[in-house]
Protein backbone atom coordinates (compact mmCIF):
# COMPACT_ATOMS: atom_id res chain seq x y z
CA UNK A 1 0.00 0.00 0.00
CA UNK A 2 1.18 3.70 -1.03
CA UNK A 3 0.81 5.99 1.58
CA UNK A 4 2.41 8.79 0.29
CA UNK A 5 1.15 11.13 -2.24
CA UNK A 6 3.32 12.97 -4.32
CA UNK A 7 2.60 15.95 -6.18
CA UNK A 8 3.46 17.03 -9.65
CA UNK A 9 4.01 13.55 -11.42
CA UNK A 10 6.31 15.80 -13.89
CA UNK A 11 7.83 18.64 -14.02
CA UNK A 12 9.91 20.51 -16.75
CA UNK A 13 11.63 23.85 -15.99
CA UNK A 14 14.24 26.13 -17.22
CA UNK A 15 17.66 26.83 -15.52
CA UNK A 16 17.33 29.11 -12.93
CA UNK A 17 13.84 28.96 -11.97
CA UNK A 18 12.50 27.87 -8.38
CA UNK A 19 9.95 25.12 -7.72
CA UNK A 20 8.23 22.47 -5.24
CA UNK A 21 7.82 19.26 -4.87
CA UNK A 22 5.19 17.69 -2.39
CA UNK A 23 4.49 14.86 -0.46
CA UNK A 24 1.43 13.97 1.39
CA UNK A 25 0.20 11.71 3.02
CA UNK A 26 -3.11 10.72 5.72
CA UNK A 27 -0.61 8.62 8.39
CA UNK A 28 1.77 9.99 10.49
CA UNK A 29 5.63 8.97 10.00
CA UNK A 30 8.22 9.10 12.71
CA UNK A 31 10.48 10.33 10.21
CA UNK A 32 10.68 10.92 6.11
CA UNK A 33 13.54 11.09 3.57
CA UNK A 34 13.86 12.52 0.65
CA UNK A 35 16.08 10.62 -2.33
CA UNK A 36 17.31 11.84 -6.31
CA UNK A 37 17.69 8.91 -8.21
CA UNK A 38 19.08 9.54 -11.63
CA UNK A 39 18.82 7.40 -14.47
CA UNK A 40 20.39 4.13 -14.32
CA UNK A 41 21.28 4.40 -10.77
CA UNK A 42 19.53 3.37 -7.51
CA UNK A 43 18.47 5.91 -5.08
CA UNK A 44 20.40 8.53 -3.27
CA UNK A 45 19.60 9.95 -0.15
CA UNK A 46 19.45 13.73 0.15
CA UNK A 47 18.22 13.90 3.70
CA UNK A 48 15.93 12.55 6.51
CA UNK A 49 13.55 14.72 8.75
CA UNK A 50 12.67 13.72 11.96
CA UNK A 51 10.83 16.64 13.96
CA UNK A 52 7.37 17.93 13.16
CA UNK A 53 8.06 21.78 11.48
CA UNK A 54 11.73 20.94 10.91
CA UNK A 55 13.40 22.74 8.12
CA UNK A 56 16.40 21.62 6.86
CA UNK A 57 18.68 23.34 3.84
CA UNK A 58 21.45 21.54 1.61
CA UNK A 59 22.89 24.00 -0.71
CA UNK A 60 19.73 25.08 -2.96
CA UNK A 61 17.67 22.24 -1.71
CA UNK A 62 14.81 23.26 1.37
CA UNK A 63 13.03 20.20 3.34
CA UNK A 64 10.44 21.08 5.47
CA UNK A 65 8.69 18.49 7.82
CA UNK A 66 4.89 19.21 8.39
CA UNK A 67 4.15 20.35 12.24
CA UNK A 68 1.74 16.78 12.39
CA UNK A 69 4.20 14.87 10.79
CA UNK A 70 2.19 13.78 7.98
CA UNK A 71 3.20 15.83 4.90
CA UNK A 72 6.80 17.15 3.69
CA UNK A 73 8.18 19.45 0.93
CA UNK A 74 11.47 20.05 -1.12
CA UNK A 75 12.05 24.13 -2.58
CA UNK A 76 14.92 24.11 -4.98
CA UNK A 77 15.99 27.50 -5.78
CA UNK A 78 17.51 28.47 -9.19
CA UNK A 79 17.92 25.13 -10.52
CA UNK A 80 20.23 23.55 -12.78
CA UNK A 81 20.43 20.79 -15.00
CA UNK A 82 22.46 18.77 -12.43
CA UNK A 83 18.93 18.96 -10.24
CA UNK A 84 17.52 16.69 -13.29
CA UNK A 85 16.23 13.21 -11.78
CA UNK A 86 13.56 11.36 -9.84
CA UNK A 87 13.02 12.93 -6.40
CA UNK A 88 11.43 10.43 -4.17
CA UNK A 89 10.18 11.10 -0.31
CA UNK A 90 9.96 8.00 1.96
CA UNK A 91 7.95 7.55 5.58
CA UNK A 92 9.25 5.75 8.21
CA UNK A 93 7.17 4.09 10.76
CA UNK A 94 8.08 1.68 13.62
CA UNK A 95 7.41 -1.76 12.67
CA UNK A 96 6.65 -1.15 8.91
CA UNK A 97 8.83 -0.85 5.79
CA UNK A 98 9.70 2.20 4.79
CA UNK A 99 7.00 3.59 2.26
CA UNK A 100 7.85 4.94 -1.00
CA UNK A 101 5.81 8.00 -2.80
CA UNK A 102 5.49 7.22 -6.76
CA UNK A 103 8.29 10.35 -6.89
CA UNK A 104 8.86 13.73 -9.00
CA UNK A 105 10.48 13.59 -12.64
CA UNK A 106 12.19 16.51 -12.77
CA UNK A 107 13.53 17.85 -15.94
CA UNK A 108 15.63 20.72 -15.97
CA UNK A 109 16.70 22.50 -19.18
CA UNK A 110 19.54 24.89 -20.17
CA UNK B 1 34.08 1.62 1.36
CA UNK B 2 32.51 0.56 -1.59
CA UNK B 3 28.97 0.89 -2.65
CA UNK B 4 26.30 -1.66 -2.47
CA UNK B 5 26.47 -4.01 -5.51
CA UNK B 6 24.30 -6.01 -7.80
CA UNK B 7 24.30 -8.88 -10.37
CA UNK B 8 23.20 -9.02 -13.07
CA UNK B 9 23.12 -5.53 -14.15
CA UNK B 10 20.22 -6.44 -16.86
CA UNK B 11 18.89 -9.53 -17.88
CA UNK B 12 15.95 -10.98 -20.15
CA UNK B 13 14.05 -14.23 -19.57
CA UNK B 14 10.62 -15.31 -20.89
CA UNK B 15 7.85 -16.25 -18.87
CA UNK B 16 7.74 -19.66 -16.80
CA UNK B 17 11.16 -19.10 -16.05
CA UNK B 18 12.84 -18.34 -12.58
CA UNK B 19 15.26 -15.68 -11.99
CA UNK B 20 17.95 -15.00 -9.03
CA UNK B 21 19.15 -12.19 -8.19
CA UNK B 22 22.50 -11.28 -6.66
CA UNK B 23 22.78 -8.80 -3.89
CA UNK B 24 26.31 -7.74 -2.00
CA UNK B 25 25.98 -4.76 1.26
CA UNK B 26 28.52 -2.63 1.83
CA UNK B 27 31.10 -4.01 4.19
CA UNK B 28 29.40 -4.36 7.69
CA UNK B 29 26.27 -3.31 6.91
CA UNK B 30 23.92 -6.19 8.29
CA UNK B 31 20.42 -4.78 6.66
CA UNK B 32 19.73 -5.71 3.15
CA UNK B 33 16.24 -4.98 1.72
CA UNK B 34 14.34 -5.48 -1.85
CA UNK B 35 12.24 -3.11 -3.59
CA UNK B 36 10.58 -3.57 -7.29
CA UNK B 37 10.76 -0.36 -9.00
CA UNK B 38 7.89 0.00 -11.87
CA UNK B 39 6.77 2.63 -13.91
CA UNK B 40 3.23 2.26 -12.79
CA UNK B 41 4.07 1.31 -9.20
CA UNK B 42 6.81 2.90 -7.91
CA UNK B 43 9.05 1.17 -5.45
CA UNK B 44 7.80 -1.30 -3.61
CA UNK B 45 8.95 -3.25 -0.84
CA UNK B 46 9.77 -6.88 -1.09
CA UNK B 47 11.36 -7.55 2.40
CA UNK B 48 14.11 -7.03 4.48
CA UNK B 49 17.19 -9.52 6.12
CA UNK B 50 19.01 -8.83 9.12
CA UNK B 51 21.57 -11.64 10.14
CA UNK B 52 20.22 -14.08 8.06
CA UNK B 53 16.58 -13.38 9.16
CA UNK B 54 13.81 -12.77 7.04
CA UNK B 55 12.65 -8.99 9.57
CA UNK B 56 9.63 -7.58 7.07
CA UNK B 57 7.82 -9.01 4.09
CA UNK B 58 5.74 -6.68 1.40
CA UNK B 59 2.66 -7.58 -0.57
CA UNK B 60 3.93 -10.05 -3.25
CA UNK B 61 3.09 -13.31 -4.07
CA UNK B 62 5.48 -16.25 -2.77
CA UNK B 63 7.06 -16.85 -6.01
CA UNK B 64 9.26 -13.79 -4.43
CA UNK B 65 11.90 -15.30 -2.37
CA UNK B 66 15.15 -14.23 -0.72
CA UNK B 67 18.02 -15.54 1.62
CA UNK B 68 20.69 -13.66 3.34
CA UNK B 69 23.89 -15.40 4.08
CA UNK B 70 26.42 -14.99 6.73
CA UNK B 71 28.52 -12.65 5.05
CA UNK B 72 25.33 -9.99 4.47
CA UNK B 73 25.36 -11.19 0.93
CA UNK B 74 21.60 -11.87 -0.10
CA UNK B 75 20.06 -13.04 -3.79
CA UNK B 76 16.19 -12.85 -4.30
CA UNK B 77 14.56 -15.50 -6.07
CA UNK B 78 11.72 -15.01 -8.69
CA UNK B 79 9.96 -18.24 -9.45
CA UNK B 80 7.35 -18.61 -12.58
CA UNK B 81 8.15 -15.54 -14.21
CA UNK B 82 4.99 -13.43 -15.51
CA UNK B 83 5.38 -10.48 -17.70
CA UNK B 84 4.67 -8.23 -14.65
CA UNK B 85 7.56 -9.29 -13.14
CA UNK B 86 9.55 -7.16 -15.77
CA UNK B 87 10.99 -4.35 -13.71
CA UNK B 88 14.05 -2.63 -11.61
CA UNK B 89 14.98 -4.57 -8.58
CA UNK B 90 16.92 -2.60 -6.14
CA UNK B 91 18.50 -3.78 -3.02
CA UNK B 92 19.49 -1.34 -0.18
CA UNK B 93 21.85 -1.95 2.39
CA UNK B 94 22.14 -0.17 5.90
CA UNK B 95 24.06 -0.89 9.40
CA UNK B 96 20.83 -1.65 11.28
CA UNK B 97 17.10 -2.82 10.75
CA UNK B 98 14.66 -0.60 10.40
CA UNK B 99 12.59 1.63 8.67
CA UNK B 100 13.82 5.01 9.84
CA UNK B 101 17.50 3.54 9.06
CA UNK B 102 19.88 5.42 6.09
CA UNK B 103 19.36 3.38 3.42
CA UNK B 104 21.93 2.79 0.73
CA UNK B 105 20.81 1.64 -2.37
CA UNK B 106 22.51 -0.20 -5.20
CA UNK B 107 22.41 0.42 -9.17
CA UNK B 108 19.60 -2.16 -9.60
CA UNK B 109 19.17 -5.05 -11.96
CA UNK B 110 17.24 -4.42 -15.22
CA UNK B 111 14.54 -7.33 -15.63
CA UNK B 112 12.76 -7.71 -18.53
CA UNK B 113 10.29 -10.68 -19.12
CA UNK B 114 9.32 -11.59 -22.57
Known amino acids: TQLLEQSPQFLSIQEGENLTVYCNSSSVFSSLQWYRQEPGEGPVLLVTVVTGGEVKKLKRLTFQFGDARKDSSLHITAAQPGDTGLYLC??????????FGKGTSLLVTP | KAGVTQTPRYLIKTRGQQVTLSCSPISGHRSVSWYQQTPGQGLQFLFEYFSETQRNKGNFPGRFSGRQFSNSRSEMNVSTLELGDSALYLC?????????????FGPGTRLLVL
Open chain 1, 90 to 99: AGARPGYALN
Open chain 2, 92 to 104: ASSTQSGAGETQY
